[in-house]
């Protein structure tokens, strides 16, 4: 079998990070992308290092015509097997009553905008893949029930899930599956630092008392398993939560 070819957006950290190393383990040449191009190359150095095929592309997801661009250096590779739209993130926990427009606008640019932007750029080549292309959508519990100062991320991760269900619908007959996996607390790098625009008192009180929160190698390893599913099954939907976490505000914490 030739070496398929998964493109993962937000590579730099967290889930990303994570997936493209377990999707190198399992054989994939891995397409490293996020703006902090440093990251993604060192991530790529080290695969490369150890055996695997690891290239890093700078990309912002929400500039347009970037993605395009990336669209045509893809056209190096014999194929495009795998989409893992992961890029994404909270800005601020503010109630809809007094919560920054621009906070939204940027939440709803990079979770729904950007996975559209790089969706649209790389359908042509995942209709072409030879066992099929597989769209994967990284959306949140939050885009599944909302919680009070979820907000615009709620409003966001709304729309990511409903671009999952509604693309899964238009192209049913094509050769392209979607799957969506909704992760609930995962205890990452960035994701709270970013939330809490840095406050790290504030971030670590987002898993104070969790014994186990979820990890980023748990949700790489779910997306993994999705991926790796024979062609014709298709994973509409995994939502993935630690035992702690029974809802999203239903959190057991041991304080
Ligand atoms: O967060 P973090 P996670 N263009 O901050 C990238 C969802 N999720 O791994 O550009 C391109 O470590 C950023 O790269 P950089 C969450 O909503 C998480 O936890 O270099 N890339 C970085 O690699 C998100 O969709 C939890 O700054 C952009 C990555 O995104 C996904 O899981 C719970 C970008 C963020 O990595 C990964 O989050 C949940 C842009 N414009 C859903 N903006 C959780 N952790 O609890 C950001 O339900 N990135």
Redesign the pocket.
């Known amino acids: 079998m030739s070496t398929r070819t998964a493109v993962i ?10 997936t493209a190393r377990r999707l190198a383990a399992e054989g994939y040449r891995v397409v490293l ?4 191009g440093d ?2 190359e060192a991530l790529a150095a080290e695969l490369t290092a150890a055996g695997h095929k690891a290239v890093a592309h700078e ?5 347009r015509a970037a993605v395009t661009a990336f669209g045509a250096f893809l056209d190096a590779f014999p194929a495009v097997d795998v989409l893992i ?6 800005l601020g926990a503010d109630p809809v009553a007094t919560a920054d427009p621009t906070d939204w606008r940027t939440m709803y ?3 729904v905008l ?1 996975t559209l932007n790089v969706t649209q750029a790389l359908l042509p080549r995942l209709r072409t893949a030879p066992d099929g292309g597989t769209v994967l959508i ?6 599944l029930a909302t919680y009070e100062g979820g907000g615009g ?1 709620v409003a966001a ?1 709304y729309g ?1 899930h409903a671009m999952a269900e509604t693309l899964r619908l238009e192209l049913c007959g094509e050769p392209v599956r979607v799957v969506e996996i ?13 939330r809490f625009r840095g406050d790290e008192e504030k971030a670590a009180a ?1 898993y104070a008392g969790v014994a186990e ?2 990890t ?1 190698e748990d ?1 790489a390893d779910t997306v993994a398993w999705a991926v790796t599913r024979p062609p014709h099954v298709n994973v509409d939907l995994l939502v993935v939560r630690p035992r702690a976490q029974a809802a999203n505000r239903k959190v057991h914490r041991e304080l």
Request: proline share 3%.
């Open positions: 957006t937000g590579a730099s950290s967290g889930i990303g990070a994570a992308t996020a703006r902090r990251r993604i990309l912002d997801v929400t500039d739209n992961n890029a994404g993130g909270a640019e990079v979770n950007g990284v959306s949140s519990t939050a885009g991320y991760k990511a909704a992760p609930g607390m995962v205890k990452t790098e960035g994701f709270a630092v970013t987002v929160p979820l980023a949700i």
